[in-house]
């Protein structure tokens, strides 16, 4: 049972990225998942939630109206387009599991998550 984020990499103040989170061993689809960022020596940041009931999504406050989490209705990948990046957006990306709704327990309460992927890193220059 394993998570795979990819998609990170370098990239000019201003410019995109999309970030993908697959699943082996199990059904994505099953779950809710979320995208978390860290920053090495900060705590972990909960950045979008997509529920596995209805799809509805969740954004943080940092990044809402820039970043927008979706699901692909065949195999249940999970993208985070990321547009209009900035220096801050920098960090380790990583997606997890939860068998819950996003709205349940609030969106990013890393207790409900279950399973981590490895992280990606994006790197935003100025």
């Known amino acids: 049972v394993q998570l795979q984020a990819s998609g990170g990499g370098l990239v000019q103040a201003g410019g995109s990225l999309r970030l993908s989170c697959e699943a082996s061993g199990f059904t994505v689809r099953s779950y809710s998942i979320g995208w978390f960022r860290q920053v090495l020596g900060k705590e972990r940041e909960g950045v979008a939630c997509i529920s596995n009931s209805d799809g509805s999504t969740f954004e943080g406050d940092s990044v809402k109206g820039r970043f927008t989490i979706s699901r692909d209705r065949g195999q249940g990948t999970v993208y985070l387009q990321m547009n209009n990046l900035q220096p801050e957006d920098t960090a380790v990306y990583y997606c997890?599991?939860?068998?819950?709704?996003?709205?349940?327990?609030?969106?990013?309460?890393?207790?409900?998550?279950?399973?981590w992927g490895q992280g990606t890193q994006v790197t935003v220059s100025s």
């Open positions: 997890a599991t939860a068998p819950y709704h996003c709205s349940a327990y609030g969106p990013f309460s890393r207790w409900k998550y279950r399973t």
